[in-house]
């Protein structure tokens, strides 16, 4: 995912030409040519205009080419069928040799299996695959929950704070603690490593390539370090001990385990955040839905699938083409930049009912297309369920409303689906 | 109809009537019968409609495709008589199917 992030760096965009060259924001969709509209600038995400745009281009352009952008030209797939069958063709399109929407320029770059194709990507990823999953999950579920209570119970109550600092943010921290093991203190540097896996120089997060380098080593003598003090001690439960316990991981080279440690790392810190942080919101937008929660709390492993649709924490995920192909009739050349709308899939009303509409309770709410389909879907899935499983049950123990006080900030990033401030406030039963 | 039989990792049995032509996770779907979520809905890209074929069936199948070779292998519960339930087409050959669920599915 090293590579995935690069669009809301708003330095490379700047650099690149003046941003308002590319914006979209204030526009009106239905006013403009077809053929102009670009979804790749982060101006309308961060504003939060994206919505008329991508319906648009549903009804009139499923299979969208933009010839002119920041990002060079691409093509973009609204509709779910669609995207369905880019993300199940891995041999028509591939996630190599990166899967944002900008290319890489970047020359470190460690072996993630997220932008790999078969065969090297199915065995790298069954090597890290059981560490994730939900037999091993159930062992961890106890402790996680007592870190949510914690968090909760820590709480401000009747006064405004930002949920995702106080809440999203530090609950993914010590997730990630917890499920690693991490020396809890240090926990901060798992976010830190995290966003610098992503980051591009200049763009906040890091100066150069060399402090991006110089990190990630430090990332790299961290985890090496755990890895040698677990290797031989007695079975442990956290991922850590798992990989450097397991048959197939133990004699994973170091680049390759420091890249699947990230891919850990990453894969699990934005996406559940935001997803924490817009279910907030999304039950203030639809109050009848609260009360549907709060007199039903059995719906909430529904919920969270209805949220993580109606979030949908990474916009979309690219391919590129290795032949010549056909999609939805139009024609794509080999070496084509080919971006699948996950956030305009799940808005799909052929497929979707009432997909513009947020409904906690409704049927088949795990279609939904957050985390793709075919050999690239998350990896991390019933984690992030469970994760979210738990917060709200633990929320619902304590809250009869966390109230949203305030206007949202949203990331300035087309593929970081999120938020950077939602102004709360509590209102215990 | 045909006769399947879904067994759940604790042992609970459910028998159905499946339609011909249908798929064997779209008979557990349609008929209720938990621990088979077919997300993707029959397209064979979630596989998270795992089962296990009673040996016996097994001969009686289609072949598994590239396709769902490729799911299956994700898989770190994969067994030597996994199959995707919504590749396998209910016909009268396999009245009296049996097959298990496991504990998750993912």
Known sequence: ?429 | MVKIVFREHDGTEHVVDAKEGASVMLAAVTNGVPGIDADCGGACSCATCHVYVKEEWLARLDEITPMEEAMLSLSSDRKDNSRLSCQIEVNESLDGLEVQTPEFQY
């Not at chain 1, 060079?72 to 993300?87: A, E, R």
């Not at chain 1, 976010?191 to 991006?212: C, K, N």
């Not at chain 1, 991922?239 to 385990?257: D, I, K, V, Y």
């Not at chain 1, 996406?271 to 203030?284: E, M």
Request: net charge negative.
């Open chain 1, 1 to 429: 995912m090293s590579d995935a992030d690069t669009p809301q760096s708003g330095t490379r965009l700047k650099s690149a030409s003046d941003p308002s060259k590319w914006s979209m924001v204030g526009k009106d969709p239905y006013q403009m040519p077809l053929e102009k509209i670009d979804l790749s600038h982060p101006g309308i995400w961060q504003a939060n205009e994206y919505l008329p745009f991508l319906e648009r281009l549903r009804h009139e352009d499923p299979v969208h080419y933009c010839a002119e952008s920041a990002v060079g030209p691409y093509w973009s797939v609204l509709k779910y069928k669609d995207i369905m069958q880019v993300d199940t063709s891995p041999q028509l399109y591939s996630s190599e040799p990166t899967i944002g929407i900008v290319d890489q320029f970047s020359e470190f770059t460690l072996p993630m299996f997220i932008a790999m194709d078969p065969p090297k990507h199915d065995v790298q990823r069954r090597v890290v695959q059981p560490v994730v999953a939900p037999a091993n999950l159930k062992i961890l579920e106890k402790l996680i929950r007592e870190r949510v209570c914690r968090i909760l119970d820590g709480l401000p109550v009747g006064e405004e704070f930002d949920w995702v600092d106080s809440v999203s943010i530090e609950l993914t921290t010590q997730m990630l603690a917890t499920l690693f093991d991490f020396p809890f203190e240090d926990r901060h540097k798992l976010t830190y490593w995290s966003d610098v896996a992503t980051a591009i120089p200049g763009a906040g997060v890091v100066e150069s390539y060399e402090e991006r380098w110089q990190a990630m080593q430090e990332c790299l003598q961290t985890f090496t370090r755990l890895w040698n003090e677990r290797v031989n001690q007695a079975p442990g439960n956290d991922l850590l001990s798992m990989l450097a316990q397991g048959e197939e991981t133990r004699n994973m080279p170091p680049m390759e385990f420091l890249g699947n440690v990230l891919l850990l790392i990453v894969g699990g810190n934005d996406t559940t955040r935001n997803s924490i942080s817009g279910g907030v919101l999304a039950l203030n937008e639809n109050p009848q839905e609260y009360a549907k929660l709060r007199n039903d709390r059995s719906v909430i492993p529904n919920m969270v699938s209805e949220i993580i649709r109606w979030q949908t924490p990474l916009a979309y995920m690219r391919r590129t083409a290795l032949v010549d192909t056909e999609l939805g009739g139009k024609q794509i050349k080999a070496g084509d930049k080919v971006v699948m709308w996950y956030i305009s899939g799940n808005r799909d009303e052929e497929v979707i009912e009432h997909a513009n509409e947020f409904i906690i309770d409704r049927e088949k709410a795990r279609q939904h297309l957050s985390f793709g389909f075919g050999i690239h879907r998350c990896m991390g899935n019933r984690l992030a369920e469970m994760q979210l499983r738990i917060l709200w049950e633990e929320i619902m123990e304590r809250f009869h409303l966390v109230e949203v006080v305030g206007e949202p900030q949203r990331v300035y990033s087309s593929f970081v689906k999120g938020f950077t401030r939602l102004p709360v406030k509590l209102h215990p039963h």
